[in-house]
């Protein structure tokens, strides 16, 4: 495909999100700004990277080392790939909220000072608050962590990066696993967001900086934290690190390209800024952050091309997978993604099978026209100001993916029992039930073993469900909500199999709760005498997804194609919570392997010819541009500290601070033969993230906001 037809395709991605199954869209004020001296529209509140590519526009500037463009990886605040000069100044384009008549312009080499870069007065002084307790990071393990310390009557200092707490939870659309008692199950994410603020905002005791970044632990166990562009030190008690997980990332030609970057920066331009920022998705990586990515994907309207996992199985829930596949995205294991090409930005993706040892294997390779390529290889734990604050002797504890990587209601189960501890530890009479601890090890298993799918025992039933939860995960939701409690799970084990055994009255609850979108409702006496019966599924997607003509092809749990169904009805209630249910009518065989339908038809791989002798050097460091062979050249010229290797090739002096590139460079040491334990670790100083020089002079910005965002 040329670059020129690429150009044009990727002209037509941006734009809002119309229409969406379970978020409310339009509405909200407007403010009006500059982008390269060109007026664009953004929502008020919403940051620069979230307008630009509403505009669609993905290119924010040019890298002063090559010249090459940049865009979006994180939208976290985590890397720099986003920087642009807002109003003279470099920021985050992700972090910084669009003031009305505020100039934005790319970064085209090295940013200079602009005009507006005057030194404005001095504010009065930096500030200094001691706390009992400090919690760093606001998504569901830190909000329940204050909850808890609140409830206990420990005063407690909350703080987040962001413009509003909720961490992750704001992203997710989908309902939840786990325990309906312990930790929401069956209720979606953005809601439980809700439940946990409304918590928070009834507790007196309980103070919430928003805008505001820790930045360094120091050897006076004090925490610097920017609040707002102001400096404060905060010297607490106890110190609860609940900051989150940064996405992992991975080395291969291409993966610099704008229209490359990671699934949560995905979920927060679509779920959180209703932006539709692509039209053919690509999605590398089958854990559950990629699965439900893809799958948040086609809620918003986007084209799910298709979904490569390089292990053998998806890591994820085998229901994730399988809703994806049920509705026509296809799921290739033991592939991966061998290179990303476009001129200027992504405009194809190749992939190809790989060995056992994970080495691509020659005439296997598939090429792809997309425009987006997710990148989902797993998360890595944002500590670094928790390991510090252990070096230097504070009372420290860790929370939620801090801790270790879980599913979000784990991290709601973790929080609140660090909250207990705290508590404890400075002397309030409180402590976690030794229960919670078992709970929080459930909720944090890794998906476990298969189950064999068990017929429901359907015999002279008119109506039943079919249950397919067919792997070991945390769930009861479905044993809660039915009225006359024929479903339960019979060992009481919260991973085990939920069994229908005793009455249906026909409600479709369990259909309309399941999280994993794994019951199905059958009624055998539609119509015996044309041998059909109705098998009522989960529906989370809008009318322009049904077709007009109400004839769909039906698929199994694994989204096998098993013929043709009819839709006779579709069932909307506020007690389904923005899920519908959809009766289809299907030939009597196929009542118990109906799962789903599809939605979109399997995409076909281009038939343009893949060039497997084209080579490329892949960025390893995307701060400072450094490729993997400068890195290989390093290692086979004996270094082996991190620290000399940073020196010698500039790896990690950019501005994430090597967050992203230090796993990617420890990983090229394996490949030549340089195992970690061989390795002197790079030092770790303070500052965490970048800090306008003027936060430590205190200089104020004219209007009282910060001069990076944060």
């Known amino acids: 495909m040329s670059g020129r037809r690429g150009a044009k395709r990727g002209a037509r991605t941006g734009g809002r999100i119309e229409r969406h199954p379970i978020l409310p869209v339009g509405g909200g004020a407007t403010v009006e700004f500059r982008f390269a001296g060109r007026p664009l529209p953004a929502r008020e509140g919403e940051v620069i990277s979230s307008a630009l590519y509403a505009a669609g526009i993905r290119i924010f500037g040019r890298h002063h080392r090559d010249g090459k463009p940049l865009g979006i990886y994180c939208v976290n605040g985590q890397c720099s790939q986003c920087t642009v000069l807002a109003d003279g100044r470099p920021v985050k384009a992700c972090m910084t909220v669009v003031r009305p008549g505020m100039r934005v312009e790319p970064v085209a080499g090295r940013p200079e000072l602009g005009a507006d870069d005057r030194v404005p007065p001095s504010g009065p002084g930096v500030g200094e608050v001691s706390v009992p307790a400090l919690v760093v990071g606001g998504g569901p393990a830190g909000i329940s962590a204050a909850i808890e310390l609140g409830r206990a009557g420990v005063r407690t200092l909350l703080i987040d990066d962001k413009q509003a707490l909720g961490g992750k939870l704001t992203l997710q659309t989908h309902a939840f696993f786990g325990s309906v008692a312990d930790c929401y199950a069956g209720t979606r994410g953005i809601d439980i967001a809700t439940i946990l603020e409304r918590d928070l905002a009834a507790l007196p005791n309980v103070e919430v900086w928003v805008d505001s970044s820790a930045v360094g632990i120091f050897r006076d166990r004090a925490v610097g934290v920017v609040r707002g562009g102001r400096y404060v030190v905060v010297r607490p008690e106890a110190l609860l690190v609940a900051a989150g997980a940064r996405e992992k990332a991975l080395v291969f030609p291409g993966a610099d390209l704008p229209g490359v970057y990671g699934a949560g920066a995905f979920q927060t331009l679509v779920n959180r800024d209703l932006v539709r920022p692509t039209r053919r998705l690509f999605v590398l990586g089958g854990g559950n952050v990629g699965l439900i990515g893809a799958y948040h994907a086609l809620q918003a309207g986007i084209e799910v091309v298709g979904l490569v996992e390089a292990l053998p199985r998806c890591g994820g829930y085998k229901v994730h997978e399988d809703k994806l596949r049920r509705l026509g995205v296809p799921v290739w294991t033991s592939h991966t993604v061998l290179r990303a090409e476009g001129r200027e930005e992504l405009e194809r993706v190749v ?201 769909v092809t039906t698929t199994g749990f694994e989204g096998e194609p098993l013929g043709t169904g009819r839709i006779v009805g579709v069932r909307e209630r506020a007690d389904q919570d923005r899920r519908r249910l959809v009766r289809l009518e299907v030939p009597w065989d196929d009542r118990l392997l109906v799962a789903g339908f599809r939605i979109q038809e399997p995409p076909r791989d281009s038939a343009e010819a893949f060039d497997p002798t084209a080579q490329a050097d892949p960025v390893i460091c995307l701060c400072e541009r450094t490729k993997q062979s400068e890195v290989v050249a390093a290692i086979r010229a004996g270094v082996r500290d991190l620290n000399q290797l940073k020196a010698a090739v500039r790896l990690g002096m950019g501005g994430c601070g090597g967050k992203r590139c230090m796993e990617l460079v420890q990983r090229v040491f394996r490949e030549e033969g340089v195992e970690p334990h061989e390795l002197t670790p790079g030092t770790w100083r303070p500052l965490d993230r970048e800090v306008p020089l003027g936060v430590f002079a205190d200089v104020a910005e004219p209007d009282g906001g910060s001069e990076d965002g944060k």
């Open 351 to 551: 992939t190809a099978r790989v060995d056992p040892e994970f080495r691509p294997l020659p005439g296997t390779e598939r090429v792809y026209e997309v425009d987006t390529l997710l990148v989902a290889v797993g998360l890595s734990p944002v500590d670094e100001i928790l390991q510090k604050a252990r070096e230097y002797g504070m009372k420290a504890w860790a929370a939620g993916d801090s801790e270790e990587i879980a599913e979000a209601s784990a991290a709601i189960f973790s929080g609140r029992i660090a909250g207990r501890r705290i508590a404890e530890s400075l002397g309030v009479p409180v402590r976690a039930p030794d229960r919670w601890a078992q709970t929080a090890a459930v909720l944090r298993s890794k998906p476990g073993a298969d189950v064999p799918f068990a017929p429901p025992a359907a015999e002279g039933r008119a109506v039943y469900p079919v249950i397919r939860c067919v792997q070991e995960i945390p769930c009861d939701p479905c044993t809660q909500v039915c009225p006359v409690a024929s479903i339960a799970i019979p060992d009481g084990t919260i991973t085990s199999q939920p069994v229908f055994g005793g009455d249906c009255l026909g409600c479709g609850r369990c259909v309309g709760i399941c999280p994993g979108l794994a019951i199905v409702l059958v009624e055998e006496d539609h119509d015996p005498r044309h041998r059909t019966a109705v098998v009522t599924v989960p529906f989370e997607f809008g009318d322009d997804r049904l077709p007009k003509s109400g004839r």
